[in-house]
C-alpha cells in the first residue's frame, strides 16, 4: 500500500513537470487599457492642451478656434506655476470643515466636526474626514470640441484666504480664477465659485468658462477614488463602499467599487442623471444636477491597483450659448431626513434590502424612520429607551394579526380528528378528499389560510428593522448602558444570550398544549442556538429591539399556549367525534364503551 501511495505520488509530480516543460506558459502581455474621456489627467501645466483620451494634443494641429490657441501657457509662465507655492484656503461652518488648494482649485481636506472618527488609526476625540490622504474632490477638465484643457495643475487665484461661518452666520462664498490669455475678443478665464450655508452641508458650485463665444463645452470634475473610511469594523464599511446613480427618467443604480477590477473602465447606464454620488456606511459625497440643467452626461470609474479605489469622474455637458455651469455638491451624513428636504430621491441613495424588495421596503423605512427621529426628538429619549419602547409598541400593535392567527390555529385543531377520518375514508379519491374538507372548513367557519397570512404580513416590518437598525446613522456611536456602541456588536455577548434565550422561552410556550414530534422539539432547540450565533456579531442595537420584542411577546405566549391546552382539552377523539360520511351528514352518536364483567 505505501509503495502504491508513493508511486501515484511520484507519477502526479512527473506529469505536472513533464505538462509544464512540453507547454510552457505564455507571458502575460502588457494591459491594454481603454480610453478614458472623463480621466483627470495628472500632467504638467506645460501641456496645456490634451485630448479626451489623455494624449498630448498633436503639435501639428491647431485648436479649433482662436480662442483655444491662446490656452497655451508660455513656457516661462508654465515654470512659474510650477514652482509657485500652492495656497491652502481652509472654510469653516458648524457643520463642515473644508480645506480647499489654489493649485486645481480643488478639495483636499473634508471634515465633518459634528461626527467623531473611530477608526483605530485616529486620535480620540478626531473628526470624521471623508477625504482619503492624497486624494481629492473637485478639480475640473473642460472639453472644448476636439480638445480638453487639463486644469489640475494650474495655479488659480483666489478670492480670500479663509472663510468663517458661525451658527446663524448666513453664507459666503470662495472664488478661484484662472486667465489663459487675452486674445481679440478679450481674456479667456476659468471661474469657479464654492456657495457655503451655516447649517447645511451642501455647497452650491456655479462658474463659467469665460471668452470662448458662444460654443458649448463639457466639464469633467472628481468624486475621488472612494471615501475614507472612519468606523472600528472597516471590513463591513468597505463592504457597503459604492457609487450610485440616478437617473432622469427614475431608478437608482448603486455598484460596490471592490466590484471594479484595476484598469477597468466602468460606465453606469441611464444617464443623464439627476445625482451621482459615492458613499460608505455612513456619510455621502453626492453632486446634484439642477432641474433646469441638462443634467450629468455620465460617470466613469476607472479602477486603481489599491484595493478598494477607483478613480470616479462626472461629466457635466454645458449647452452653446451660455457659458456658465453650476451644480450642488452633498457632503455629510445620511440623514434620511436631511436627505429627504434635498430632494430629488436622495434619501434612498443607499438601497435597503434586496432589489426585488425595494418597492416594498423603502416606503416602510420613511414611516419607522420618522417614528424613530420623533420619539428621540419628542420625548427626550436616548436612542437605547426609543429602541426598547419601539420594540413594545410593534409588539402591541401586531398584537391583534398574532392574536387572529392563533385562534385560527387552535381552530384547525378542534377539526383535527375530523380531517383525519376524511383522509383515511377518502385516501384513494384526492378529488373527493379535498371537498369534503373545504366543506368541514366551512360548516366549522374556518380559513385555512388565517393561520398563515396574519404571521407573513409583519414580515416586511420585521425585513425593514433589520436594515435599518444596522445602517442608520442616529445610532452611530451611541452608547447605551455598558454598550459602548449601538450600531456595533455587544463586547460582553449579553444582549445576543438574552436574545437566545427569549426565543428559546417562546418557542417553548408555543409547543404547549400541541403534539411534540421530533421536528418541532428540533425547532425548538435548534433555531435559538443558531439564531443567537448569527445574531451574535450585528449590531447590538438590532439585537436590543429584538429581545425586547421577543420578551414583550411572552405573556401574549402565555395567554394562547392556555388557551390551547383548553381547546386541547375539549377537542373529541377521531373514533368518538362526528365523521362525516359521503353527503356530508354527520355519524350517529357515541358509541358505548362495552363494560367489563365483574369478577
Not at 59 to 80: F, K, N, S
Not at 172 to 182: E, K, N, Q, V
Not at 326 to 347: M, N, S, T, W
Not at 461 to 478: D, K, P, S
Request: glycine fraction near 10%; aromatic fraction near 10%.
Amino acid at each position: 500500500m505505501d509503495r502504491r501511495l508513493l508511486l501515484a505520488i511520484g507519477l502526479m509530480f512527473g506529469v505536472i513537470v513533464l505538462t509544464n516543460l512540453l507547454f510552457p506558459p505564455r507571458r502575460p502581455e502588457a494591459p491594454i487599457s481603454a480610453p478614458d474621456t472623463a480621466r483627470v489627467r495628472q500632467a504638467s501645466p506645460e501641456a496645456g492642451l490634451s485630448t479626451g483620451e489623455g494624449e498630448e494634443a498633436p503639435a501639428a494641429r491647431p485648436p479649433a478656434g482662436e480662442e483655444a490657441a491662446l490656452l497655451e501657457p508660455t513656457p516661462a509662465a508654465a515654470a512659474v506655476a510650477r514652482e509657485a507655492a500652492v495656497d491652502t484656503i481652509v472654510v469653516e461652518t458648524p457643520l463642515l470643515r473644508l480645506s480647499f488648494v489654489s493649485r486645481g482649485a480643488e478639495l483636499v481636506s473634508l471634515e465633518l466636526p459634528s461626527y467623531e472618527s473611530y477608526d483605530p488609526a485616529d486620535a480620540e476625540g478626531v473628526p470624521v474626514q471623508l477625504v482619503r490622504a492624497g486624494d481629492h474632490l473637485f478639480g475640473f477638465r473642460v472639453a472644448v470640441g476636439p480638445d480638453t484643457v487639463d486644469l489640475s495643475e494650474r495655479r488659480f487665484e483666489a478670492s480670500a484666504r479663509s472663510v468663517r461661518l458661525d451658527e446663524g452666520a448666513g453664507r459666503d462664498s470662495l472664488t478661484f480664477r484662472y486667465t489663459f490669455a487675452t486674445g481679440e475678443r478679450g481674456p479667456i478665464v476659468f471661474r469657479v465659485t464654492y456657495h457655503f450655508e451655516a447649517n447645511s452641508y451642501l455647497v452650491r458650485v456655479e462658474g463659467a468658462f469665460e471668452g470662448i463665444g458662444g460654443r458649448g463645452y463639457t466639464l469633467y470634475t472628481s468624486l475621488g477614488t472612494g471615501l475614507r473610511t472612519n468606523e472600528v469594523n472597516q471590513k463591513e464599511d468597505f463592504r457597503q463602499l459604492a457609487f450610485v446613480v440616478k437617473g432622469r427618467r427614475g431608478g437608482i443604480r448603486s455598484e460596490k467599487l471592490s466590484s471594479v477590477d484595476s484598469g477597468e473602465v466602468r460606465s453606469p447606464a441611464g444617464g443623464p442623471f439627476d445625482w451621482v454620488a459615492v458613499k460608505n456606511m455612513y456619510f455621502l459625497a453626492a453632486y446634484l444636477a439642477p432641474p433646469e440643467s441638462p443634467g450629468f452626461g455620465g460617470l466613469v470609474v476607472r479602477g486603481l491597483p489599491e484595493e478598494q479605489r477607483a478613480r470616479i469622474t462626472a461629466t457635466l455637458p454645458v449647452p452653446a450659448g451660455d457659458p456658465s455651469f453650476a451644480f450642488e455638491a452633498y457632503f455629510g451624513p445620511q440623514d434620511y431626513g436631511r436627505l429627504k428636504v434635498i430632494g430629488h430621491d436622495l434619501q434612498n441613495v443607499n438601497p435597503v434590502g434586496w432589489r426585488w424588495l425595494q418597492p416594498v421596503i423603502r416606503p416602510l423605512v420613511a414611516i419607522v424612520m420618522a417614528i424613530l427621529t420623533w420619539m428621540h426628538t419628542t420625548l427626550s429619549l436616548a436612542y437605547g429607551w426609543v429602541l426598547i419602547l419601539f420594540g413594545v409598541l410593534m409588539r402591541i400593535v401586531l398584537f391583534p394579526l398574532y392574536q387572529k392567527s392563533m385562534r385560527a390555529q387552535m381552530g384547525q385543531m378542534q377539526v383535527q380528528p375530523l380531517m383525519k377520518d376524511i383522509r383515511e375514508k377518502y385516501k384513494d379519491d384526492p378529488q373527493r378528499m379535498q371537498q369534503e374538507m373545504m366543506r368541514l372548513y366551512k360548516e366549522h367557519g374556518i380559513n385555512p389560510l388565517a393561520g398563515c397570512w396574519p404571521m407573513m404580513l409583519p414580515m416586511p416590518v420585521l425585513i425593514t428593522l433589520f436594515f435599518v437598525f444596522r445602517n442608520t446613522i442616529e445610532l452611530r456611536g451611541v452608547p447605551f448602558l455598558w454598550l459602548p456602541d449601538l450600531s456595533l456588536k455587544d463586547p460582553l455577548y449579553i444582549v445576543p444570550l438574552a436574545m437566545g434565550a427569549s426565543m428559546f422561552l417562546l418557542m417553548w410556550m408555543g409547543q404547549r398544549g400541541m403534539e411534540s414530534t421530533a421536528q418541532t422539539k428540533m425547532m425548538s432547540y435548534g433555531m435559538p442556538i443558531f439564531m443567537t450565533f448569527l445574531f451574535a456579531n450585528f449590531p447590538s442595537g438590532l439585537n436590543l429591539y429584538y429581545t425586547t420584542s421577543n420578551i414583550a411577546s411572552l405573556p401574549q405566549q402565555f395567554y394562547i399556549a392556555r388557551e390551547r391546552r383548553k381547546v386541547r382539552g375539549s377537542t373529541p377523539s377521531a373514533g368518538s367525534s362526528g365523521a362525516m360520511d359521503g353527503g356530508g351528514a354527520k355519524k350517529g352518536g357515541q358509541k358505548k364503551k362495552r363494560s367489563s364483567p365483574k369478577r
